[in-house]
């Protein structure tokens, strides 16, 4: 696969806790390198993929910022 830009433009709490960075447009690299590995690896998607940095966990929840 080429190389390509990834770039994260909101910050998001996840359930469980997780405070994270994510990306709408600029994450789309991201999401064909996961289907890539794995159909490399034969693998079957059996839930959905949300390409984000995690930046640290906590229980306080965040609304979602741009």
């Known amino acids: 696969m080429p190389a390509f830009r990834v ?3 909101r910050v998001e709490s996840f359930i469980g806790g ?3 960075l994510r990306g ?4 789309i690299g991201l999401e064909l390198l996961y289907d890539n590995l794995l159909a ?4 079957k998607r ?3 993929f949300v390409p984000h940095v995690t930046l640290l966990r906590d229980k306080r ?3 979602p910022r741009i």
């Not at 490399?40 to 693998?43: E, G, N, W």
């Open 7 to 9: 770039s994260f433009d």
């Open 18 to 20: 997780a405070l994270v």
């Open 24 to 27: 709408g447009e600029g994450a």
């Open 40 to 43: 490399a690896l034969c693998i």
């Open 46 to 48: 059996v839930r959905s």
């Open 61 to 63: 929840r965040l609304l």
